[in-house]
Structures are given as structure tokens and as C-alpha cells.
């Protein structure tokens, strides 16, 4: 799969990330090896109930084709760990984040929820804080 390097114009460098952690598993693929430090792919399975089991050998073989992870193998028989890179540890503040903004959404909308079942009057979606990161 062929990368772009992007520096045309503002913007572009998340271009340039997007390209790699794009993919609809890719980010919780690597959120779980930044909590866990490294998974078998059958713990990445259990992990991410939602992902097939196709879908997810190709975001691995997507993600360690970009030198984001690395594939291991193990004295166990065809149960190789996958790893971060070095490169792929420098997705931590980006990956860490995505993990603070999605915890902020479902509190958020756990909140706007409540208040739609009690009719309470909405507050300004910017007044909720921001939670702190419980995450790496």
C-alpha cells in the first residue's frame, strides 16, 4: 500500500495520520496494545467482539505493514504476540486523546440522556469538563 507524505497546505499532516490509523479497528487495535503492551490475536478478538476475524487480520497486516506494530512470534505454535514499534509508540498522545474525547462523548450523551428523561433544561454542551484521561 502506497503512503503520501502531505505538506502542501494546513491540514495535511492529519492527512499524513489519518492514512495510518484510519480503518474502522485500527485505533482500538492500538488502544488495546497500548493498554495491554502486547496481544495474541485471539485476545485482540476477544477484545474487539464486533470485529471479524477477516476484518481484523487486515488491519494488523495494515498496521505492521505501516511499522505501526510488529508481529512476534512465540515458542506457542502459530501464536505469535503483536507489539508497538517504536514508531508506532509515538501514536500514544493521539491514541490517548481519542480514548479522553470518547470518554467525554459518553458521558456527554449519557448526560443529555438523563436530562431528556427528567425534562431537565440543557446546559451549553461546552460546560461539561473534560474528563481526565484513565488510560496508558
Avoid at 476475524?53 to 505501516?66: C, F, K, S, Y
Avoid at 506457542?76 to 481519542?98: D, H, Q, S, W
Wanted: charged share 25%; aromatic share 8%; proline share 5%.
Amino acid at each position: 500500500m502506497k503512503r503520501h507524505i502531505y505538506d502542501c497546505q494546513a491540514g495535511c499532516p492529519v492527512e499524513s495520520t489519518l492514512q495510518i490509523i484510519a480503518g474502522k479497528w485500527k485505533s482500538v487495535i492500538l488502544y488495546h496494545l497500548f493498554v495491554d503492551h502486547n496481544c495474541h490475536f485471539s485476545d485482540l478478538e476477544r477484545k474487539i467482539k464486533d470485529c471479524s476475524h477477516r476484518m481484523l487480520a487486515i488491519q494488523l497486516a495494515e498496521l505492521e505493514h505501516d511499522q505501526v506494530i510488529a508481529k512476534i512470534p512465540t515458542n506457542t505454535a502459530n501464536r505469535p504476540i503483536y507489539v508497538l514499534t517504536e514508531f508506532g509508540k509515538t501514536l500514544k498522545p493521539v491514541i490517548t486523546a481519542m480514548a479522553t474525547w470518547g470518554d467525554y462523548y459518553n458521558a456527554h450523551m449519557t448526560k443529555e440522556a438523563q436530562q431528556l428523561d427528567t425534562n431537565e433544561d440543557k446546559k451549553s454542551k461546552l460546560d461539561m469538563p473534560l474528563p481526565k484521561p484513565n488510560l496508558l
